[in-house]
């Protein structure tokens, strides 16, 4: 089975990437698993270069600390493999200026920039030239990027039906439960690294007094039930998927073990607390040998590169390059 997903290097990842991604990553990785550090992407916002160039390697120990076995998959950045930016532009000619502007995403940050990078618009296509240059069978990421997901298959049907058979056509899949968390503070919206406030996002590097803070602040609402439903109750429910992933139980099971917010607010603080300790730990670990892990990453780079040449060159080929 091969699968591919990628992260942008735009910050300490949060819960949300923890447990919409990288958690199921970390459990499902083998010898064909490729993970990305998506450098090119984080351009599409405003980036200072040298924040960028440290959150690349810093993100890439994180995934690492996390669970990610260098003898096992390849994690890799995007910008050392270049054949996804030279198939991005083959596909740019397959895909659609109108398919690119409905993008929820693109709407979105869009909204909220002033001067809009053409990447904004564009970045879809990048994504879908990342996944199909290893001829991925299945994309695990979050509920987010479900729109996206599905544009890379209609952009590679479409590849296929007018120049040949080229691309495998791959499938999304989702975590359980959490797949979609949200901003502690407006469980209206996702938990985003560029986007929620401090208090609305909780890093996998917060200190034990911060995720107990963020947690005891996180809104619920006023009736007082334990029970999970996000149609009235999001903030909650919300929580609820939180307990649940880490726990390994479903959130009907959690609501039922607890009477009072406050009680569960507290042991879920403790949960999260010792579940993302040995991330830390491991962390700090893998950064005082940063030679190591630029090995590590070269390594990956080489792997990716050898794999995705093979793709490039099949689609140049086919679209009458070579
Ligand atoms: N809130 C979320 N819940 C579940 N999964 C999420 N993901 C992101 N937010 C949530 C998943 O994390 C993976 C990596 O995402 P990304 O960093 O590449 O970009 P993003 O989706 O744009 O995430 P952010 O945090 O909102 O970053 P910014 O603010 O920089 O754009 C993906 O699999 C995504 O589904």
Known sequence: MRIFSGIQPSGTPHLGNYLGAIKSWVETQNSEAYFCVVDLHSLTMEIDPK???????????SLFACGLDPEVCTLFVQSEVPFHAQLNWLLECVASYGELTRMVAFKDKSSRQEAQRASLLTYPVLMAADILLYDTDRVPVGDDQKQHLELTRVIAERFNNRYGQTFVIPEFSKPAFAARVMDLQDPTRKMSKSVSSPLGK?????????????????????????????????????????YASFAGETPDQVAS????????????????????????????????????LERFMRRGAEKA???????????ATAMGLN
């Open 51 to 61: 924040t960028l160039r440290n959150q690349r390697l810093e993100l890439s120990a």
């Open 305 to 315: 590169s050898s794999v995705s040449e093979v793709v490039y060159a099949r689609a």
């Open 202 to 242: 909780l890093e996998i590097f917060d200190s034990p007094a911060e995720i107990e803070k963020k947690i005891k602040k996180a809104i619920t609402d006023t009736d007082g039930e334990m029970r999970y439903d996000w149609e009235l109750k999001p903030g909650l429910a919300n929580l609820l998927d939180i």
């Open 257 to 292: 073990k607890f009477t009072r917010y406050g009680d569960f607010k507290t042991a879920l603080a403790q949960l999260v607390i010792e579940s993302l300790a040995p991330i830390a730990e491991r962390y700090n670990a893998l950064m005082t040998d940063r030679s190591e």
